[in-house]
């Protein structure tokens, strides 16, 4: 009897240091993520001056008012579920910063040009994370049966297709007059 209660004491001690360092490395992972989900880190990098400019001037940027705020990790993460979330924020940061350290160009105008149905960089999820009422009253009778017909899932166009300037304006544009040359964003493949 003595001999079990003598092997209690190590076990305890190893199940208490093992639950300490499991909270320790949820809480600095957790702070980790925070810091990096910010608008200012994503534009800490001179590749993503043309995101944030554009970003700025559009819809969801600080410069217009009455519209919904929403950071780059707002739209460009998926919002299904904590896994995927941070298995999609792992992948892009390692892309980005390989990017950044290689001086890897991307011809961000050419991507949008040749951009597939529903490629967009964005994700429905992010869209539907804020927008969760999509048939407010008082929206226009044309986005009301667009939205209806979403919801109801008798369409298969996704939020991008109807609002494609909601993220960064007429990026488009702004490619094409030449506005991103040179800025040669990393981006991991998203726009």
Request: hydrophobic letters at 35%; aromatic letters at 6%; one cysteine or more.
């Amino acid at each position: 009897m003595k001999q079990a209660e003598g092997k209690r004491g190590p076990v305890a001690a190893a199940l208490a240091v093992g639950f300490v360092a499991a909270a320790a490395a949820g809480l600095l992972t957790a702070s980790q993520v925070r810091s990096t989900s910010s608008v200012e880190f994503c534009a800490s990098c001179h590749e993503m001056t043309l995101f944030r400019r554009t970003w700025e001037t559009g819809p969801h940027g600080t410069a217009r008012m009455g519209a919904i705020k929403a950071r780059c990790v707002d739209c460009h993460l998926p919002h299904e579920g904590v896994v995927g979330y941070l298995a999609v924020k792992t992948r892009a940061g390692i892309h980005d910063v390989l990017a950044h350290l290689t001086g890897k160009k991307t011809d961000w105008l050419s991507k949008w040009k040749n951009r597939g149905p529903h490629v967009h960089g964005a994700y429905e999820s992010g869209c539907r994370h804020c927008h969760k009422d999509l048939v407010v009253p008082g929206i226009p009778i044309k986005a009301f049966s667009a939205h209806r017909a979403y919801r109801l899932g008798e369409t298969t166009l996704h939020c991008l297709d109807c609002h494609q300037k909601a993220g960064h304006g007429d990026i488009a544009a702004v490619l094409q007059a030449g506005g991103g040359q040179g800025d040669g964003p990393a981006g991991g493949g998203r726009l």
